[in-house]
């Protein structure tokens, strides 16, 4: 048996699946998405994403206070993510290791690596005003969100 959140992801995953559909330029899908996601999910204060150039997460859309702009692989939440190609789920950003502060506001932290094929083309972050926002169940959704994405841009 669903809960509501899985079945608000649901809807969330097809919204997004729709919005971006017959749309092929990268930037265009990363901007409609953060939109859909900042005005869809509660108790968050960024969202957005980061795009590898040149070997380096670089700010790409995103919903929010202004934010870093570069972020080396393997440094804070978004660059650790890419060094390991894993979701992190930070529940205190504080107790991260490395933790970047963009925002001091943030308190728990949640991101996706997405893929073009088999590379990393960037993230999803996700922050909140809150400790232990994010779940596992958050996880599983936004990375099958990311799914759709990736497969939009492959």
Same mark, same amino acid.
């Given at each position: 048996m669903t809960n509501v959140k899985e079945t608000n992801y649901n809807l969330l995953r097809k919204q997004v699946a729709s919005l971006i559909e017959d749309e092929s330029n990268v930037i265009a899908i990363l901007s409609n998405v953060s939109a859909?996601?900042?005005?869809n999910l509660d108790q968050i204060n960024w969202v957005g994403f980061y795009l590898m150039d040149n070997g380096e997460l /670089?700010?790409? #859309?995103?919903q929010g206070h202004p934010a870093c702009v570069h972020i080396s692989v393997g440094k804070g939440?978004?660059?650790?993510?890419?060094?390991?190609?894993?979701?992190?789920l930070v529940e205190d950003v504080n107790a991260f290791p490395g933790h970047i502060a963009c925002d001091a506001n943030s308190k728990s932290e949640i991101v996706i690596p997405i893929h073009k094929g088999e590379t990393i083309i960037g993230v999803l972050d /996700?922050?909140? #005003?809150?400790?232990?926002?994010f779940t596992t169940t958050d996880q599983s959704e936004l990375e099958a969100i990311v799914k759709v994405i990736e497969q939009q841009i492959s």
């Open positions: 859909l996601l900042n005005d /670089i700010l790409g #859309p995103f939440v978004c660059g650790t993510a890419v060094a390991e190609d894993a979701s992190q /996700i922050d909140a #005003p809150i400790t232990s926002r």
